[in-house]
Nanobody, 125 residues
């Protein structure tokens, strides 16, 4: 079954850092743009960041800009999200989704495919 496998989440104190990984399983990352989404308890899933395939252009939500960095290693079939200066409002389950080549659907999630089970991030003291 083609899907993403997210990992790297955990419990971190405010101001701390985490790096999440999103590895493609059953398909190649090539030709796909990949986006990170998060879903906080009781809230809808929201777009956090996206990286295109064609020109490696990256996009960030207003809350992620300046604190998060998205990158990809197609040879490892993996996309990363480096998160710094984490805040309690960053708490949630983080998921990856893919779309064809560019971040056209992002930050909407209804055009994405290959969703994984997510990795939980809790920012708390």
């Amino acid at each position: 079954q083609a899907q993403f496998e997210e990992s790297g989440g955990g419990l971190v104190q405010p101001g701390g850092s985490l790096t999440l990984s999103c590895t493609a399983s059953g398909f190649a990352l090539t030709y796909n743009a990949v986006a990170w989404f998060r879903q906080a308890p009781g809230k809808e899933r929201e777009g956090v960041s996206c990286i295109s395939y064609t020109d490696r252009k990256s996009f960030y939500s207003a809350s992620a800009k300046g604190r998060f960095t998205i990158s990809r290693d197609d040879a490892k079939n993996t996309v990363y999200l480096q998160m710094t200066n984490l805040k309690p409002e960053d708490t949630g389950v983080y998921y990856c989704g893919a779309e064809s080549q560019t971040c056209g659907y992002y930050p909407r999630d209804n055009g994405m495919r290959y969703w994984g089970k997510g990795t939980p991030v809790t920012v708390s003291s």
